[in-house]
Every structure is written in structure tokens, then in C-alpha cells.
């Protein structure tokens, strides 16, 4: 079973709305991470929360943090055309060595 | 920065026969070194990493292995394919210093027929 699992599968939005992705995971962790993927393209990185934050912003991107639950959600505000990607979450289980993804949430927005 | 090259970016091949995808790795050194393969629609499967020259550590037991002859050049490997090694292959590089950053390559595209 998987590390980490995005929730939803797809979702689908006009633009200006804001998106939402879940990621629930199970064993303890480092940090999470969360990477945007155009189709046929490599990962890029958006942004790491470490295990002892609760909180992080970067630009119209938001994540949340809570390891009580095991899970984190990445907010994506006043969402553009050019959002639409796969995005992934991943949990960083030991230091520099082993990075696990989840299968990812397909967002599609809409002009 | 960081910059992957990996190649082919495209590959069909029949079943049976020997693969090699090359990767390989600018503007750092002693990075951590990581091939994923990812099924069409779906997330990343760790399947090597290596923290340095001739260490490699296998996830996913199967007949794919990997090399890495120099700091910056990782090398996935086949002798033989089959048909379920169709997929998008990606390298990856961390610095293994605690930032906690995944840098991808573009990707190779592999169908097997």
C-alpha cells in the first residue's frame, strides 16, 4: 500500500477558484513535500513543510501540516488555466535517501 | 543550479531485448541519485538510489538493474525487457544534505512491444 496517497483522484475547477489535494500518509516522516507534473514532463518541486511545522505559504500556494492525522493538504489559490497539472505528494522517510510519492490528484482548470 | 540530462527521451523496443537509459547530472557534486518509473496515469515507483560511485541500493526486485560509474552518471539497464517494463522512467538528484529536494530530468519514455 502506499506512503502517501492524494485525495482527490482528479478534480476539475473554473479559473479564480481555489483547489484543494489531500495527502494522507502513514509512518512517521521527515518532511512532505509537494510536486507539480505537466503531462509527459519531469516533477518539479513547490514546496517542503518540515515534521515540527504546521504552516507554510509560497506565493498563491498554501500547505498544512498535521502529523496527529498523518496529513497535509496543498491549497492552490485564485487557480489559472496554466495550473492544470498532476500533483504529487511525497513523504521524505529518512534522510536524502528515500522519497515516496503518492499516486497523485489530476487537476484540471478551466477558463 | 541543478540540471539532469537524461536520454533517450524516447524509446520503443521489442520484448527480449537490452535496455540502457542514461542520466546524468550538472552543477552539483556527490548528489544522491534516484531512477523512478511511473505507469501511465499514476504516481512514482522508486526503483534505485545511490548516495555515490558503485552504491546502489535496489527497492523493487526485477530484471532492471542500475550503474553508476561516475559521481554524476547514473545508469538504468536491461538484459532482456518485458513487456511490463513499458513506462516513463525519470531520474532524480538530491544533495543528501537535509534540503529535502527532489531535482527530475525530463523523463524517457519507454515502450516495449
Known amino acids: 500500500s502506499q506512503q502517501g496517497e492524494e485525495d482527490p483522484q482528479a478534480l476539475s475547477i473554473q479559473e479564480g477558484e481555489n483547489a484543494t489535494m489531500n495527502c494522507s500518509y502513514k509512518?512517521?516522516?521527515?518532511?512532505l513535500q509537494w510536486y507539480r507534473q505537466n503531462s509527459g514532463r519531469g516533477l518539479v518541486h513547490l514546496i517542503l513543510?518540515?515534521?515540527?511545522?504546521r504552516e507554510k505559504h509560497s506565493g498563491r500556494l498554501r500547505v498544512t501540516l498535521d502529523t496527529s492525522k498523518k496529513s497535509s493538504s496543498l491549497l492552490i489559490t485564485a487557480s489559472r488555466a496554466a495550473d492544470t497539472a498532476s500533483y504529487f505528494c511525497?513523504?521524505?522517510?529518512?534522510?536524502?535517501?528515500?522519497?515516496?510519492f503518492g499516486p497523485g490528484t489530476r487537476l484540471s482548470v478551466l477558463p | 543550479s541543478q540540471t539532469i540530462h537524461q536520454w533517450p527521451a524516447t524509446l520503443v523496443q521489442p520484448v527480449g531485448s537490452p535496455l540502457s537509459l542514461e542520466c546524468t547530472v550538472e552543477?552539483?557534486?556527490?548528489?544522491?541519485l534516484y531512477w523512478y518509473r511511473q505507469a501511465a496515469g499514476r504516481g512514482l515507483q522508486l526503483l534505485f538510489y545511490?548516495?555515490?560511485?558503485?552504491?546502489i541500493s535496489s527497492e523493487v526486485p526485477q530484471n532492471l538493474s542500475a550503474s553508476r560509474p561516475q559521481d554524476r552518471q547514473f545508469i538504468l539497464s536491461s538484459k532482456k525487457l518485458l513487456l511490463s517494463d513499458s513506462g516513463f522512467y525519470l531520474c532524480?538528484?538530491?544533495?543528501?544534505?537535509?534540503?529535502?529536494?527532489?531535482?527530475f530530468g525530463e523523463g524517457s519514455r519507454l515502450t516495449v512491444l
Open positions: 509512518t512517521s516522516i521527515n518532511n
Open positions: 552543477g552539483t557534486s556527490n548528489p544522491n
Open positions: 532524480a538528484q538530491s544533495s543528501g544534505m537535509n534540503t529535502g529536494e527532489l531535482f
Open positions: 511525497a513523504t521524505e522517510l529518512s534522510y536524502g535517501q528515500n522519497f515516496v
Open positions: 513543510i518540515r515534521s515540527n511545522e
Open positions: 545511490s548516495v555515490g560511485i558503485g552504491q
